[in-house]
Nanobody
Framework: QVQLVESGGGLEQAGGSLRLSCYAT????????MGWYRQAPGRQRELVAT????????NYADSVKGRFTISRDNAKNTVFLQMNSLKPEDTAAYYC????????WGQGTQVTVSS
């Protein structure tokens, strides 16, 4: 059974940093490209960042490029999202999934950035 468990969100001031973690089980994590997504109230879920299975290649949405960094530890079945220079518009629930959102969504972790 696939499980995606996100953590690390919270309330942060603009300009601050947060590090999100996603622990994934139930599939071949080390062979699977992963992504971080976010959904703000009243908006569609959007893809924020992706990383290939071995971690060699990453891609970012223009809105977070240069501020967010995705990484992974395949030995720990975990993917991370380091978020720096946070902005109020980064406020959203953040989720991880495969690059093609193959699995049922986890509970997400809420990030709130105050101005």
């Amino acid at each position: 059974q696939v499980q995606l468990v996100e953590s690390g969100g919270g309330l942060e001031q603009a300009g601050g940093s947060l590090r999100l973690s996603c622990y994934a089980t139930g599939f071949a994590f080390g062979l699977t490209g992963m992504g971080w997504y976010r959904q703000a109230p009243g908006r569609q879920r959007e893809l924020v960042a992706t990383i290939t299975s071995g971690g060699a290649t990453t891609n970012y949405a223009d809105s977070v490029k240069g501020r967010f960094t995705i990484s992974r530890d395949n030995a720990k079945n975990t993917v991370f999202l380091q978020m720096n220079s946070l902005k109020p518009e980064d406020t959203a629930a953040y989720y991880c999934n495969t690059r093609f959102s193959d699995f049922k969504w986890g509970q997400g972790t809420q990030v709130t950035v105050s101005s």
